[in-house]
């Protein structure tokens, strides 16, 4: 299994840019999916996270409003739309794929990730 993030970008405050993550190599739907990310000097944090078929959604607090994750079945393909970015929102941001379904905010369990697109929000 692959996982290949896209969708990044320079942008200014308050714009919006939605990330891709497309999976290849096996069918992901039946498997939680995150997204995560990582600013300079800064520690890997949790984002947002989809469940299995039926998309239970989990956020962030600081994204949580601004931020929509989904996923399109028949693509193989996950998303996140971010709106309102803020420049707190820099970072190189990750998607990862759990086949344990444990602790979802935790990288830990997350079992496979792409190599991660960069968004950086200028104020």
Request: glycine fraction near 12%; charged fraction near 20%; charge should be positive.
């Amino acid at each position: 299994v692959q996982l290949q993030a896209s969708g990044g970008g320079l942008v200014q405050a308050g714009d919006s840019l939605r990330l891709s993550c497309a999976a290849s190599g096996r069918t992901l739907s039946g498997y939680l999916m995150g997204w995560f990310r990582q600013a300079p000097g800064k520690e890997r944090e949790f984002v947002a996270a989809i469940g299995r078929r039926g998309g239970q959604t989990l956020y962030a607090d600081s994204v949580k409003g601004r931020f929509t994750i989904s996923r399109d079945y028949a693509r193989n393909t996950m998303y996140v739309q971010m709106n309102e970015l803020v420049p707190e929102d820099t970072a190189v941001y990750y998607c990862a794929v759990s086949f344990r379904s444990t602790a979802v905010m935790d990288g830990l369990s997350y079992d496979i990730w792409g190599q991660g697109t960069q968004v950086t929000v200028s104020s």
